[in-house]
């Protein structure tokens, strides 16, 4: 009997998690890439910067992935996060507009009108739930890109801290302790900052 997964991630066997991009012919390795990570890959691009943005950035990572394959060292990280890692880095380029979607995204926190569907509620290493991370969307807002990176890496990407560390380049302790820190940090500042953010806005009305 043949079992059939949703998640193609799933069905994806444990040898092709570091698979070898120096092939002479590189497009059937890159369209297995390609089934095995886009939808996860577009729907973390789509909550950092939205619909229409995430499919460019998704297509241009895969894109200087191809580019960029005799850079992969599989003895280094897996093809997943050497993915992320790409996408990380083009996200940069949009970071106002992701800050802007935040903000709004704590707007809609602070009216009630944040839907909670559809989420993992997976925040800071698996701790905070999705609307803990909707009513905190302004102190998100004031992360650096950095610290935004890895709690989001971990909470809207899934992946796993290690993963993380293989993505950004750096070590798994960094990443743990990087963690622990934002975490904090958000339970210390998220009243603070959202109440300055309504402060703004009524300014501004």
Do not use: C
């Not at 998704?58 to 093809?79: H, I, K, N, Q």
């Not at 998100?140 to 809207?156: I, M, P, Q």
């Amino acid at each position: 009997m043949q079992v059939i997964h949703d998640d193609p991630e799933a069905a994806l066997p444990d040898s092709f998690d570091r698979p070898d991009l120096g092939v002479p012919d590189p497009a059937p390795v890159f369209g297995r890439l390609f089934d095995a990570h886009s939808r996860q890959l577009h729907r973390y691009l789509a909550r950092r910067v939205g619909d229409d943005a995430a499919h460019d950035l998704m297509a241009e990572t895969f894109l200087v992935a191809l580019r960029r394959r005799e850079s992969y060292r599989p003895d280094l990280g897996t093809a997943r996060s050497w993915l992320y890692g790409i996408a990380t880095n083009l996200l940069r380029h949009h970071i106002r507009s992701e800050t802007r979607a935040l903000r709004a995204t704590a707007r809609l926190a602070a009216t009630g009108e944040h839907s909670t569907a559809g989420h993992d509620g997976r925040v800071a290493d698996q701790v905070d739930a999705q609307t803990r991370a909707a009513q905190l969307a302004g102190a998100l807002a004031k992360l650096n890109a950095a610290d935004r990176d890895t709690l989001l890496l971990v909470s809207w990407a899934g992946l796993e801290p290690t993963e993380v560390a293989e993505a950004l380049g750096v070590p798994p302790g960094t990443i743990r302790s990087r963690l622990h820190r934002i975490r904090r940090w958000l339970r210390a500042n998220a009243a603070s900052v959202q109440a300055a953010d309504t402060a703004e806005e009524a300014k501004e009305l």
